[in-house]
């Protein structure tokens, strides 16, 4: 069952994984939406690379707007409230807001981000493509009927094979990729987790041309390097940067992060965007 998505400013408390419970468990060996290739084991099938002869990016204009497919879990979706907010109403972008909260790649009996992707990329023909997920994704997983515990080999080598697919899909069908990493957390233990992710991400962008990894580690901590919920606003000023929770941002935390984004954006694909 799809959970429902969040309106701006209804945030949860933290991002919890979803349990596996055995009738879950159950259902994700016989789902249709688990035997697609998203599945199969990366050990025996890696995802192919693409994206060596994309053309540049286009610099955007009202006749040639840059089309961006944004995706992602929560995180995604204040991202793309963030880049609302900095890029504001232009003719020259459009963003397409396709994140859903409590997604991921962990659980794709839950939302097979592959399978909607790839609907995305033919229905949308995005010139880019930015991702920010992974929050959910730090939980043990099914892989062809098997339960795969999390931070094992094997869950590290599965795990890489989907987020390759992903970018592999996104980069065949001509879309260069922006990665977003995960910020620092307030819990200790899930910062840890995160930084596991993260790894991923980076090292699969490495491999696959028209991808980009962007970190946003340093961007949200202090200058000890540390998890702090106020940080330097624009004007030097203390500013609430994280909510409560320790995980989702708040409205500046957005904007903070959108400002990143675009900014990667234009060191990435050499494009100007008001």
């Known amino acids: 069952m799809r959970l429902p ?3 701006r ?8 994984p979803l349990a596996f419970v055995a009738g879950a468990l159950v259902a994700a060996a016989v789902s249709p939406a688990v035997a697609s290739p998203l599945t199969r084991s990366s050990e025996t099938s890696r995802a192919p690379r693409a994206g ?10 009202a006749s040639h707007p840059l089309v961006l497919l944004k995706i992602g879990d929560s995180l995604g979706e204040e991202l793309g409230y963030g880049l609302t907010d900095v890029v504001g109403p232009t003719r020259d972008v459009r963003i397409l807001q396709e994140a859903v909260g409590d997604s991921g790649l962990a659980r794709p009996d839950f939302y097979n981000w592959p399978l909607h992707l790839a609907e995305e990329l033919r229905s949308f023909h995005p010139s880019a493509v930015v991702v920010l997920l992974g929050a959910d994704d730090g939980q043990n997983f099914l892989d062809n009927g098997t339960v795969v515990q999390f931070g094992s080999a094997r869950w590290h080598a599965v795990y890489s094979g989907r987020v390759a697919q992903m970018m592999a899909e996104a980069t065949g069908a001509g879309a260069h990729v922006l990665w977003v990493g995960i910020p620092i957390m307030s819990s200790p233990s899930f910062s840890a987790e ?3 992710m993260n790894a991923i991400y980076a090292a699969e962008a490495s491999r696959h041309p028209g991808v980009t990894f962007l970190s946003t580690w340093a961007l949200f901590a202090n200058a ?4 702090s919920a106020y940080l330097p606003g624009p ?5 609430l940067m994280r909510n409560p929770d320790g995980v989702h941002f708040s409205r500046a935390g957005e904007d903070r992060l959108a400002t990143a984004v675009v900014a990667a954006m234009d060191r990435a694909w050499h494009v100007h965007i008001p």
Request: proline fraction near 9%; charged fraction near 25%; avoid cysteine.
């Open 194 to 196: 995160m930084e596991k």
């Open 52 to 61: 060596r002869d994309l053309p540049p990016v286009r610099q955007p204009s």
């Open 224 to 227: 000890h390097g540390s998890y």
């Open 235 to 239: 004007s030097g000023q203390s500013v």
């Open 5 to 7: 998505t969040r309106a």
């Open 9 to 16: 400013g209804a945030r949860r408390h933290a991002i919890a």
